[in-house]
């Protein structure tokens, strides 16, 4: 065995299920059981574990929470393994195991390999693990989007390649025609925006402030309003430390100190620690020199022109209706001029960057249309061979006549790109309008599925689909949910026998109500409820033997012992080994 299997789940409080634990072959299982009894659920396990939405309606009734766990061998070469270990999870003997929990107020978790991840974790892995498909599917697959996806997933690297060029190419268009319209439509209110900031931008170039000048000029303002108060103090403060030399009877602190040096100096010699002191009286003199110098300095340098003063007042004035404006500082004000510069450069080319846009936005549209050409070629190749893969795919599956095509077509759009000589709508997956097409028998016209397909011949064509898919790209796990409805007779039998085909590659699981169906597979479950309506441990089992038997009797007739019931059943598995 060499793809990833699902060996079992388990779940609890889910719906009607009070705690199963859910067998799964390798190869294909039928579920199987009567209406209600929660075969259902087996899908909605396993879409939980793989990332679904959380719905707390789902957990039973009287429980705080819905648990689903599940184990699924995983080899160690696989892509799944290696993005489980990127997201901290660890295998346990070559399987990977997974849990999801569900509250009853809405909450979940998800764990793998003992890990707690983010839900979009399991969803990356569902990519590569499990294809689910249920009646839900179907109606999805009538979609025209829908149908387009599948033949580009079909079509593979011959699609994929011009789709992301033509992808890039579409984005950069939008962000052009945006910027493009904004320009245009703006055209009025840019031209206004750009007056006011050349005003602006004129009004702080004739002040011309420079940077720190506010500060600079009020520290200037506050000394030259106080000229004479600071001068009387620094004379007054310089006399007291060096009198005036021309007064022999004045006693200052440089005098004082010079008369504890000498005194020092004297003896110093007779003692160390003296000797210390007067070294540092000296340096006080020294100190007391430096500072009466200064003082005298500052006090005939110091300026108190009332004239400097009115003009350093009016400049303070000029920088306030700035900053009023324009910012609350002076270095505000030159960072909303860089600014308004900048913007006002991008303002006034704007007739040049239209130009520019315009040339751009022409360019890309003819990319694009050269692109969305490729894609349609592309996708009309892939759609010759898909059609016709599942068209053989329906022959096996009781619609011998039956035949499949795709309609790829345009919108003729004079707004649009030029595709095939014609302008056509274009969107962000190209100009192609996809639709597939079902002739059910000979001499019928192709007609949409939507409309030319039954209930039994749309289960049929999304299953041929998905076995042409699992040619060209397999999953290792196909879930189906009562795929087979509306179907019967020998149409049933073929379902089954190419369910069972499928199963030779890949592990099936299929929820049926169709004992021609469950005949073919490998290993049946039957999902029983008790009396008080709960589906226990014990209620879903494998069958063997007579057990089987007696429920494909059921499933037929309704009736487990009816003799004629009983050996139509032997009659299926017979034919289903003998098929194998």
């Known amino acids: 065995m060499v793809w990833d299997v699902l060996e079992e789940m388990r779940i609890r409080s889910l719906g009607v299920i009070d705690d199963a634990v859910v067998e799964l072959s390798p190869g294909f299982t039928a579920v199987t059981g009567e209406t209600g009894a929660g075969k259902t659920m087996v899908v909605t396990s396993l879409g939980l574990l793989l990332g679904g939405r959380a719905d707390p309606a789902l957990v039973r009734i009287g429980a705080r929470n819905a648990v689903v766990e599940g184990r699924i061998a995983v080899p160690e070469a696989a892509s799944a393994a290696a993005r489980a270990e990127e997201a901290g999870a660890e295998l346990d003997d070559g399987a990977l195991l997974i849990s999801r929990t569900v509250s009853a107020e809405g909450r979940s978790r998800a764990h793998l390999g003992g890990r707690s991840v983010p839900v979009g974790v399991l969803a990356e892995l569902a990519d590569e693990l499990v294809a689910v498909h249920g009646q839900t599917d179907q109606q999805g697959l009538l979609k025209p989007a829908r149908q387009r996806q599948a033949l580009d997933r079909y079509a593979g690297e011959a699609v994929a390649g011009p789709l992301a060029r033509y992808t890039e190419a579409y984005r950069r268009l939008r962000a052009v025609a945006v910027e493009l319209e904004e320009i245009t439509t703006r055209a009025r209110e840019r031209a206004q925006e750009a007056d006011l900031l050349r005003y602006g931008l004129d009004e702080i170039a004739a002040v011309a402030p420079r940077p720190g000048e506010d500060r600079e000029l009020a520290e200037e303002a506050e000394r030259l309003g106080h000229a004479e108060a600071l001068a009387s ?51 006080i003199g020294i100190l ?21 003063l009115a003009a350093v007042e009016e400049r303070r004035a000029a920088l306030t209706a700035l900053t009023r404006k324009y910012g609350e500082d002076v270095a505000a004000v ?9 913007r006002l450069t991008e303002l006034d080319g704007d007739d040049e960057r239209t130009g520019e846009l315009t ?53 003729e759009d004079p707004e649009g790109v030029e595709v095939g000589g014609r302008a056509v709508a274009y969107g962000p997956s190209g100009a192609d309008e996809v639709e597939l097409l079902l002739a059910p028998h000979p001499g019928a ?47 049933a039998v073929e379902i089954g026998r190419r369910l069972a085909r499928l199963a030779r590659t890949a592990q099936v699981v299929v929820v049926t109500h169709l004992p021609q169906v469950a005949a073919f597979a490998d290993r049946q479950l039957l999902v029983e409820k008790t009396n008080d309506g709960s589906v226990t441990r014990s209620g879903v089992k494998v069958l063997e033997g007579e057990e089987r038997v007696r429920e494909l009797s059921r499933m037929l007739a309704g009736q487990e012992d009816s003799e004629t019931a009983r050996a139509h059943a032997e009659e299926l598995l017979a034919a289903a080994r003998a098929d194998a």
């Open 359 to 411: 040339a751009e936005r022409d360019a890309l549209r003819a990319e694009l249309g050269g692109l969305a050409q490729a894609l349609t070629d592309a996708r009309t190749e892939a759609a010759e061979r898909f059609a016709g893969a599942v068209t053989a795919e329906l022959a096996s599956l009781a619609m011998p006549h039956a035949r499949v095509s795709f309609a790829i077509r345009q919108t």
């Open 288 to 308: 007391l020199g430096d500072v009466a110098g200064e003082l005298a300095g500052y006090a005939d340098d110091l300026d108190a022109d009332p004239l400097r």
């Open 233 to 283: 103090a620094a004379t007054v403060a310089h006399a007291a430390l060096a009198a005036d030399p021309e007064d022999p009877e004045g006693v200052d602190a440089s005098t004082l100190v010079a008369g504890a040096r000498r005194a020092l100096d004297a003896v110093r010699s007779h003692d160390p620690a003296l000797s210390a002191l007067a070294e540092r009286i000296g340096e």
């Open 334 to 342: 030159l960072e909303w001029a860089e600014t308004g510069a900048a």
């Open 445 to 491: 016209p192709p007609r949409p599925i939507a409309k030319g397909a039954s209930g039994g011949e749309l289960s049929r064509v999304m299953l041929a689909v998905e076995v042409v898919f699992a040619g060209t790209d397999p999953v290792p796990t196909y879930l189906f949910d009562e795929v087979d409805a509306g179907v019967g007779g020998k149409a």
